[in-house]
């Protein structure tokens, strides 16, 4: 899964580091511009697919195979209308979004050209994000990998082919990105559909195709995540705002920088969901001590990626931000720089966060899950608008520190007090030393 989340990213950076390096720095700006928009739709789909998982692995690890294919087929079945619902959307209010964004006049046109072949392909993000998510519930994180490491390489051949040959520019980059993603959720659901049949022949139930109370369960904890989601990335086209007033130079810097930020928050976020998956099949089973184990197995994971990655950001800072353009300004160098300066010591934070998050999520504490969020967001929204005045950009970059050593403390505490554990077993006393 760790894998899985390091060639995903290649789309996006990909995508930045060609349009920058052969279009110019005011494409990778455009690009950058649209990319808190293109993450609402990213977080839906993950929120949608992470509920979907919950429900299927606790069935799963129940050995009730009649319900886990049920709420795979409901699952499905709602994933593909809210991508065509959410399309349909994007369209109508793509300009109008671009233009809250106050994204500078000269990469307006190129911002809205790329949103609108992005929302074009919707519906695959959302195929592949289902997919996978039924893998991992299943116990099998490889499948998915693999279509998504010839995926990222075949959106990064495209990207130089529709760029620097055919010269499309920022169209080039999301249409690339557009084949790619189609291609891979294609051969993703291909595999899934023999995979489903070779289990049906096994358990020989059978289950209807579509249950409107599979889907009341399944949005219980869908929803809560699909809003946590949406409110990071909402909070972010809220920074993103306040950042393009200093112009496409300015914007230009922190787009580099942010996309390793999020390589990083993603890197995390994955190990997560691994826990996720492992939290709810143990609670299927009733095996709660096994859950508090495989918490302290996750920590040790994370933070160990955790100094890998805070490392790489702090030591090869200047280099990692002029990889996305060819030849930056000294404004854009210095943002990105700054950025990665301020935020990637305190990874550890968002890091054990993230990581006990997972056990909320996975035990579906969902109140205590989002309580932790937003509590991230809000506080950071607000320092930034708060900070900004008084320090710039760096005041806007402190915000992220201070959102993730808050929420921290949230969370270690909502999982110590035992929020996570199910009904019947909150008596029990479990050793979370």
């Known amino acids: 899964m760790l ?11 990909a995508d930045s580091i060609v349009a920058g390096n052969f279009a110019g720095e005011d494409a990778l700006a455009a690009v950058g511009a649209s990319f808190p928009v293109t993450m609402i739709f990213v977080a839906i789909a993950m929120g949608g697919s992470i509920g979907c998982n919950v429900v299927i692995s606790q069935y799963f690890g129940g050995k009730d195979y009649r319900n886990m294919r049920l709420a795979i087929n409901t699952s499905f079945i709602s994933f593909v209308a809210l991508s065509i619902f959410l399309s349909v959307l994007g369209f109508i209010f ?18 809205s050209l790329y949103l609108r072949v992005y929302i074009l392909g919707l519906i695959f993000l959302f195929v592949y994000n289902i997919c996978n998510a039924i893998f991992t519930a299943l116990g099998d994180s490889k499948t998915p990998l693999y279509f998504l490491i010839a995926s990222s390489l075949g959106n990064i051949g495209l990207d130089l082919l529709f760029v620097a040959v055919f010269n499309w520019g920022v169209a080039g980059v999301a249409w690339a990105t557009f084949v790619a993603q189609g291609v891979a959720s294609t051969l993703a659901f291909v595999v899934l559909i023999k995979r489903l049949s070779a289990l049906k022949a096994e358990t020989c139930d059978k289950a209807p195709l579509f249950s409107a109370s599979m889907l009341i369960h399944i949005s219980r904890i869908a929803v809560p995540s699909i809003i946590q989601q949406s409110f990071v990335s909402v909070g972010n086209v809220f920074i993103q705002s306040i950042i393009n ?61 955790c ?13 990692l931000v002029s990889l996305f353009m060819n030849s930056p ?38 109140a205590s899950f989002m309580t932790t969020t937003f509590s991230d967001l809000i506080i950071r929204v607000v320092m930034a608008f708060v900070l900004s005045p008084f320090f710039g ?30 009904k019947y077993a909150r008596g029990i006393a479990l050793n979370h030393r």
Not at 3 to 13: C, D, E, H
Not at 95 to 110: C, E, G, K, Q
Not at 307 to 319: Q, R
Not at 340 to 364: E, H, N, R
Request: proline residues 3%; contains cysteine.
């Open 307 to 319: 100094a890998v990655l805070t490392s790489v950001s702090l030591v090869f800072k200047d280099s």
């Open 393 to 422: 950009t760096d005041g806007i970059w402190w915000s992220w520190p201070i959102g993730w050593i808050i929420s921290a403390a949230i969370s270690l505490t909502l999982y110590f007090i035992g929020t996570w554990r199910p």
């Open 329 to 366: 300004s000294e404004t854009a160098i210095q943002t990105g720089s700054s950025f990665l300066i301020i935020t990637s010591p305190f990874y550890f934070s968002v890091a054990v966060k993230l990581i006990t998050d997972a056990v909320l999520k996975g035990g579906g504490a969902m």
């Open 3 to 13: 894998l899985s989340s390091v060639f995903q990213q290649l789309y996006n950076m």
């Open 94 to 111: 793509c300009d109008p979004v671009i233009s809250l964004l106050h994204t500078p006049r000269n990469i307006f046109d190129s911002s």
């Open 245 to 305: 007033g200093y112009g496409s130079a300015t914007v230009a810097g922190y787009s580099a920088a942010v996309k390793i930020n999020t390589f990083c928050i993603t890197c995390f976020t994955s190990l997560c969901n691994g826990l996720s998956s492992y939290t709810a099949q143990n609670i299927g089973a009733k095996k709660l001590k096994r859950v508090v184990k495989g918490y302290k197995s996750g920590l040790v994971m994370i933070l160990s990626v």
